[in-house]
């Protein structure tokens, strides 16, 4: 049997797999008179909403023409945006320097290590400005290594990843019933795209 017989199960490689992700209403809890459904983000390949952002990320640097085959990405980060960037670009075949804080997992790093990429280790007791602080030593090495600084924080492909796959889906699966929506906030890109659609779909939510 081949994939074509069931063109339904295919799937073009696992970063075909980011988004889409299912969403389940809460039974087990008493919501009192609201209905409380949640989206499973960690049912991405690389286990977090970031995954989105970390395709679009990338997929955006290679449509302006900064990103060439064989390229390098480097990329500041204290969480799960490294673990997105870091599938993405080993399934694409970009070397990819991550600069973390001293204050990461080591779990996190062997994880980060495992999907191949570099790792650098920076203080995290300093504040943005300092030459220490790691988004300051992003830059830095990506201007040393000629490589992309993905910059999440500024990259308008992440909010525009939200705006065009994270609320569709959510807009499509709730049939339009929603009355709002609450996510966590880290660096502004999953409010800022849901809040564009919905301000311009359903101002009310």
Not at 97 to 113: A, C, G, N, W, Y
């Amino acid at each position: 049997m081949t994939p074509s017989e069931h063109p339904e199960q295919a799937t073009s490689g696992i970063l075909s797999l980011i988004g889409d992700t299912p969403i389940i209403r809460v039974l087990s809890i008493d919501t009192g008179p609201c209905e409380l459904w949640l989206k499973l983000e960690n049912q991405n390949p690389g286990g977090s909403i970031k995954d989105r952002i970390g395709l679009a990320m990338i997929e955006a640097a290679e449509a302006s023409g900064r990103l060439k085959p064989g390229g390098i990405l480097v990329e500041a980060t204290a969480g799960n945006t490294g673990l997105a960037l870091a599938l993405v670009a080993a399934r694409k075949g970009y070397r990819l320097i991550l600069v973390l804080p001293d204050k990461m997992s080591q779990e996190k790093i062997s994880h980060l290590r495992a999907l191949g990429a570099e790792v650098r280790m920076t203080r995290s007791d300093v504040a943005k400005g300092h030459p220490d602080y790691y988004q300051d030593v992003a830059a830095r090495i990506a201007t040393e290594v000629g490589g992309v600084y993905v910059n999440q924080f500024e990259n308008p492909a992440n909010p525009l990843a939200h705006e065009r796959t994270t609320a569709p889906e959510i807009w499509r699966q709730m049939d339009g019933r929603i009355d709002a929506v609450v996510c966590g906030v880290g660096s502004g890109g999953t409010i800022t795209g849901l809040s564009r659609f919905f301000s311009r779909v359903a101002p009310d939510v």
